[in-house]
């Protein structure tokens, strides 16, 4: 039972646009939420956080929103860049549970120069 | 710096087989993690510990043991592998126990033959 899911397996955009990653979660107990990036044959990079009292959280070209009431955060990369292209997680932990996180599958981001 | 090293990168091993893949971190955390990824799956929790003498059972811990005797290693056991067990296994430890980002190493990619 998928509590984190990344609906959209894959996305293109060109270079320059704005790319943007959803995620739905279905535990209403999650209180903090990551966004990581992969590239192959390399560990997952933490790029941004978010917790529960806020809506949103802004790092560079990064931009996190999160939606409590539908259960929905996204990931805003503005503008985008080639280096961008990677595979995108979003994972979530619950209140007192020692930061264990549940991952999304993934949303493979394609930045076409 | 400060990092996660998983070894090996790679390992092909054989039903029935014990495995160890060992993780050494340099973060001096006393929180660390063991995740599989797999198509479809994300990222699943295998194992965690708290500290010294402390490890407990994840989403998916069945064939899989650890064991922490100091706080910079958490080798992970498959007792007797399987070819369920294929798959690219992730080490990762975080400062503290709430709220805190997932520092992850590079994997290691295990074929159960």
């Known amino acids: 039972d998928q509590q984190v899911k990344q609906n959209s397996p894959s996305l293109s955009v060109q270079e320059g646009r704005i790319s943007i990653l959803n995620c739905d979660y279905t535990?209403?107990?999650?209180?903090?939420f990551l966004w990581y990036k992969k590239y192959p044959a390399e560990g997952p990079t933490f790029l941004i956080s978010?917790?529960?009292?806020?809506d949103k959280n802004e790092d560079g070209r990064f931009t996190v929103f999160l939606n409590k009431s539908a259960k929905h955060l996204s990931l805003h990369i503005v503008p985008s860049q080639p280096g961008d292209s990677a595979v995108y997680f979003c994972?979530?932990?619950?209140?007192?549970?020692?930061?264990?996180?549940?991952f999304g599958t993934g949303t493979s981001l394609t930045v076409i120069p | 710096d400060a990092e996660i090293t998983q070894s090996p990168r790679h390992k092909i091993t054989e039903t029935g087989r014990q495995v160890t893949l060992a993780c050494h971190q340099t973060?001096?955390?006393?929180?660390m993690f063991w995740y599989r990824q797999d198509l479809g799956h994300g990222l699943r929790l295998i194992h965690y510990?708290?500290?010294?003498?402390?490890?407990n059972k994840g989403e998916v811990s069945d064939g899989y043991s650890v064991s922490r005797s100091n706080t910079e290693d958490l080798p992970l056991t498959l007792e007797s592998a399987a070819s369920s067990q294929t798959s690219v296994y992730f080490c990762?430890?975080?400062?503290?126990?709430?709220?805190?980002?997932?520092?992850f190493g590079n994997g290691t990619r295990l074929t159960v033959t």
């Open positions: 990762a430890s975080s400062e503290r126990l709430t709220n805190s980002p997932l520092h």
């Open positions: 535990n209403s107990m999650f209180d903090y």
């Open positions: 978010i917790s529960s009292i806020k």
């Open positions: 994972a979530a932990s619950r209140v007192n549970t020692g930061n264990q996180f549940y």
């Open positions: 973060w001096n955390h006393n929180n």
């Open positions: 510990s708290y500290g010294v003498q402390d490890t």
